[in-house]
T-cell receptor, first 109, second 115 residues
Framework: RKEVEQDPGPFNVPEGATVAFNCTYS??????FFWYRQDCRKEPKLLMS???SGNEDGRFTAQLNRASQYISLLIRDSKLSDSATYLC??????????FGAGTRLAVHP | DGGITQSPKYLFRKEGQNVTLSCEQN?????MYWYRQDPGQGLRLIYY???????QKGDIAEGYSVSREKKESFPLTVTSAQKNPTAFYLC??????????????FGDGTRLSIL
């Protein structure tokens, strides 16, 4: 089993749609969780950290379920500019991050 | 502006040649990392360094070497022993000022290809 698993997609959605990505992780001791965004042929950029209570940043909402070991990212009112690959990232201890392979999102007009 | 600078952006390696990828940061971060990304795959950790003059192997260190003589710099050498070096190489750094388990911030990467 991979340490961090994501549905690779692609998720093809129209502008204005709500889309949700899930991610599961295997290490129950993990303490920190993040979502990164990666555009084609570019570096990953931090989108948001994920807190135990769940957190929201504008149109983006992240949730953590420790009991089931999954993390979710919800994007509301999708924009064309949201098209990218979204990476689920779990802290692996010793300042190491474990990256999922990413979920590709394509928003169309 | 604070950030992480990787150079060159594109690099070509001849067979049997060692090449060195540069990574410099002015974020005053203690920890630095090197990852490799192959098409359609996630990032894989090559080497990381928590402090100057110390570094650890990641998951795929074979065929690579690093040094950490200065806090700002963490160069990666891809040696001739790395038989499949074609990939996107990403350098990252993270600080400890807000405690451990901080997110990492990335440079804009180096694309390495074999000639």
């Amino acid at each position: 089993r991979k340490e961090v698993e994501q549905d690779p997609g692609p998720f093809n959605v129209p502008e204005g749609a709500t889309v949700a990505f899930n991610c599961t992780y295997s290490n129950s001791a993990s303490q920190s969780f993040f979502w990164y965004r990666q555009d084609c042929r570019k570096e990953p950029k931090l989108l948001m950290s994920v807190y135990s209570s769940g957190n929201e940043d504008g149109r983006f909402t992240a949730q953590l379920n420790r009991a089931s070991q999954y993390i979710s990212l919800l994007i509301r009112d999708s924009k064309l500019s949201d098209s990218a690959t979204y990476l689920c990232v779990v802290h692996g201890g010793y300042n190491k991050l474990i990256f999922g392979a990413g979920t590709r999102l394509a928003v169309h007009p | 502006d604070g950030g992480i600078t990787q150079s060159p952006k594109y690099l070509f390696r001849k067979e049997g040649q060692n090449v060195t990828l540069s990574c410099e940061q002015n974020l005053n971060h203690d920890a630095m990392y090197w990852y490799r990304q192959d098409p359609g795959q996630g990032l894989r950790l090559i080497y990381y360094s928590q402090i100057v003059n110390d570094f650890q192997k990641g998951d795929i260190a074979e065929g690579y070497s690093v040094s950490r003589e200065k806090k700002e710099s963490f160069p990666l050498t891809v040696t001739s022993a790395q038989k499949n070096p074609t990939a996107f190489y990403l350098c990252a750094s993270s600080g400890r000022d807000r405690g451990p388990n901080q997110p990492q911030h990335f440079g804009d990467g180096t694309r390495l290809s074999i000639l």
